[in-house]
């Protein structure tokens, strides 16, 4: 299993994550899909709408934020193909509240951010029984898009 | 005709499709269809006692069906019905 994503679009993950600290950024990530390899084209960033008290250990994208981004992907001709939200002070591992609230099939990239700097990001996938996450790997690819 | 969008994760189940174009007057009768075509679907949209899972959502064009009459929500010629999935997680605990 393999996400391919540009070091750019990589970079603006992580800077999703250092802006949101000490709470927890997300978004969608766009892109297609080839057999077992997937192709990060875009993301869009989201609103964390968990309640602020818990913004820091829980993130939420609100459905009709969700409504709005897969119109965004129906009208560049590309699929939501995962999230990616940060872990503060956290490692880049899902939780046991990831692992309940996670859809089999999308990629999860979560990135760990320490004091304010981010430290490393991993890609995950649900098993189809939901019992665990597998990790995916990251293909940075160093082009402009 | 109206159409079900189809969320990513949930396409393997119906065949790869991203829409899916039928004859519906309601919310739940275009449920319904997709339960009878696409059987493997229905554990990810329902539990085992045949309510909705909280984490699905469901979207008549711009509105939420709650906001309106739930599956009994009438459908007319060109709707869009959107199914989408909650969206949360987070990292439960510190370094």
Redesign the interface.
Known sequence: MTIQISRRILQQIEDQGVHSYPEEGAGLILGTVSGEVRRANILILMENRHAPDGRRTRYRIDPKDMLSGEREAARLELDVIGIFHSHPDHPPRPSEFDTAWALPWFSYIITSILNGEALQSRSWRLSENRVQFDEEEIQVLEISS | MIII?I???LR?YVQGQ?EIEIDAFSVGSALEYLLLQYPTIKPHLYDEGGSLRP?I?L?VN?E?VRDLQNESTRLVEGDRL?I????????????
């Open positions: 969008r969320p990513t994760p393997p991203k984490y959502n979207f711009e939420d959107m989408l999935p909650s969206i949360a997680g987070g990292s439960g605990g510190g370094l």
